[in-house]
């Protein structure tokens, strides 16, 4: 059913002339610009916390696909990124750290978020 599915959606993501990325168990229709996920997410911390965003915030991208690669590259030197897999990817990662599993995500985002890390360097 899925191969069925997945033709049938490229087929009309292709009408609509939208770029058709595939990633793990994931198809994606992205417009015909030069923009993609690094572009994004840089675009968001730069509306939000301006220009000089990395000399006050810290930014943490997570993904668990191909298509997060170009978020890792982007932040690379002025934020942090984590692939969310179980083995390092056969391709390799851009980003800066793994982890195996959702679960060790929510994990970290839980640490985070007790403030532990407060006094550590940038």
């Known amino acids: 059913i899925w191969d069925r599915a997945e033709r049938r959606a490229e087929k009309i ?6 770029r058709v990325v595939t990633g793990h168990d994931a198809l994606e229709g992205r ?3 030069d923009w993609h996920k690094g572009h994004a997410v840089l ?6 916390h301006g220009v000089q965003w990395p000399a006050r915030v810290r930014a943490l991208y ?6 997060d690669e170009d978020a ?6 002025i934020g942090r990124s984590i692939c969310v897999s179980p083995v390092t990817p056969a391709a ?15 994990q970290l985002l839980r640490w985070l978020a007790s403030g532990a ?6």
């Open 72 to 77: 890792f590259r982007s932040l690379s030197g």
């Open 31 to 33: 417009p015909p610009v």
């Open 92 to 106: 390799g990662t851009a980003a800066d750290f793994r982890l195996p599993d959702p679960d060790a995500v929510v």
């Open 13 to 18: 993501l292709r009408r609509g002339r939208l």
């Open 43 to 48: 675009y968001v911390v730069v509306r939000r």
């Open 117 to 122: 890390f407060a006094g550590a360097p940038r």
């Open 62 to 67: 997570v993904g668990d696909d191909a298509t």
